[in-house]
């Protein structure tokens, strides 16, 4: 199974961005998609969650400006991120946990996609 992010990308305070990330390969179904972020000289922090289900959880930091969703007929768990700010300046990850078969379920992370803010 591999995750492919996208959408990353330079913008200005204010500005808008729409993060896609698709899993392809071995996949029976996807519990937990997410998004998690990681700014230089920063620990990775979660961003936002999404269940099977469709609950959604997301960090205080970002609650009222992003979007998380999926769209499970393709895999895929998209973040829509408005009003930046430079503080969401970071290189963000998709998570997903896969059943790779109706027993099995692993972790995997996507590659990171780069979103800057400027001011």
């Known amino acids: 199974v591999q995750l492919q992010a996208s959408g990353g990308g330079v913008v200005q305070a204010g500005g808008s961005l729409r993060l896609s990330c698709a899993a392809s390969g071995s996949i029976f179904s996807i519990n937990a998609m997410g998004w998690y972020r990681q700014a230089p000289g920063e620990q990775r922090e979660l961003v936002a969650t999404i269940t099977s289900g469709g609950s959604t959880n997301y960090a205080d930091s970002v609650k009222g400006r992003f979007t998380i969703s999926r769209d499970n007929a393709k895999n895929t768990v998209y973040l829509q991120m408005y009003d930046l700010k430079t503080t969401d300046t970071a290189v963000y990850y998709c998570?997903?946990?896969?059943?790779?078969?109706?027993?099995?379920?692993?972790?995997?992370w996507g590659q990171g996609t780069q979103v800057t803010v400027s001011s």
């Open positions: 998570k997903m946990v896969v059943l790779t078969t109706p027993r099995y379920e692993y972790l995997y």
